[in-house]
């Protein structure tokens, strides 16, 4: 890119050719010059910044890339699974389905399938490794004999059980953290003793014995009322204990004026019940109520 100038027509290098469209550091600034002997001049001072490389620099070549395995774990599978689409050499403009495609893109289609399929191999070696090691587990828990074949090298099997397991008969001691949360009693419940004996303010459920108490504060109002209910609550239930014996006083009959008076009628306006009243008319009221009483009691 920097030789000597060959003549005093030409523009010396470095320079752009009119029509460049990238950046050139203060051009903005520059008047007065053609394109070619203004980015000249911007290129060689050292007033102005920048970074010293020009733009077509030399190709150096590239360190020689890592050793590419795709290639090997698409041709494993294609022995293992016989004639398939999936190859290391896509055609473009196949429009089968590629595995794991869609996570691989911005090259160009042959490199794109060959990283998705060695991808999607690589999963299904991980898997049947799994599957297989699986297997040797169960056949070890067995006390089956397995073949050094069948270990994993990546991989140590150990097993520390044997099947069939052996069932436990002693059940373990429930554990209770000492740091869960603990359910309080209710107040209801507690003895008359314990501080903690009443209700928040706002409780809106219902407190017996509160509705008499009044001129305290909530706490201790549902405090006294609920002492109060704990008591009579102890009180019945040993009178329930206690075996009944209940004295009852001796009756005694006492003559009363009776209510129909035998050969006389009822007042009027009696609200009273008077017996066969209702198949009764066409009388007055005191001639009809004559000898209301039933007939055993004018009998007797």
């Known amino acids: 890119m920097r030789g000597t100038r060959k003549s005093t027509l030409m523009t010396p290098d470095p320079y752009h050719i009119p029509g460049y469209c990238g950046y050139c550091p203060q051009f903005k600034y520059q008047i007065g010059e053609t394109f070619g002997r203004t980015t000249s001049q911007l290129l060689t001072t050292s007033s102005v910044a920048s970074s010293g490389r020009p733009v077509l620099s030399d190709i150096t070549p590239h360190p020689r890339p890592p050793k590419d395995n795709r290639r090997s ?74 073949p050094k074949e069948m270990l994993s090298s990546d991989t140590l099997i150990t097993t520390k059980y044997k099947t069939p397991l052996k069932s436990i008969t002693i059940r373990p001691k429930a554990y209770y953290s000492p740091f869960a949360l603990q359910h309080s009693l209710s107040p209801f419940i507690m003895s008359n003793d314990d501080p903690k004996k009443f209700l928040m303010s706002g409780y809106t459920g219902f407190v017996p014995r509160a509705r008499g108490e009044m001129g305290m504060g909530y706490p201790l109002l549902t405090n006294k009322a609920l002492c109060d209910f704990t008591v009579e609550s102890d009180r019945l239930k040993r009178v329930k204990e206690l075996p009944i014996t209940v004295d009852r006083p001796e009756i005694k009959i006492v003559d009363t004026k009776p209510i129909y008076i035998r050969g006389s009628g009822q007042v009027p306006h009696y609200t009273g019940h008077v017996p066969g009243e209702k198949f009764r008319y066409g009388m007055t009221f005191g001639y009809s109520t004559q000898n209301a009483a039933p007939m055993k009691a004018l009998t007797a």
């Open 73 to 146: 774990l698409i041709a494993a599978r294609c022995k293992n699974l016989g004639d398939q689409k999936l190859c290391d050499e896509m055609v473009p403009n196949y429009t089968g389905y590629i595995p794991k495609g869609e996570h691989y893109f911005g090259k160009p289609y042959a490199d794109t399938c060959l990283s998705a399929i060695a991808s999607f191999q690589e999963d299904q070696v991980k898997n049947n490794r799994k599957i297989r090691d699986l297997r040797t587990i169960a056949e070890l828990q067995k006390g089956k004999d397995v």
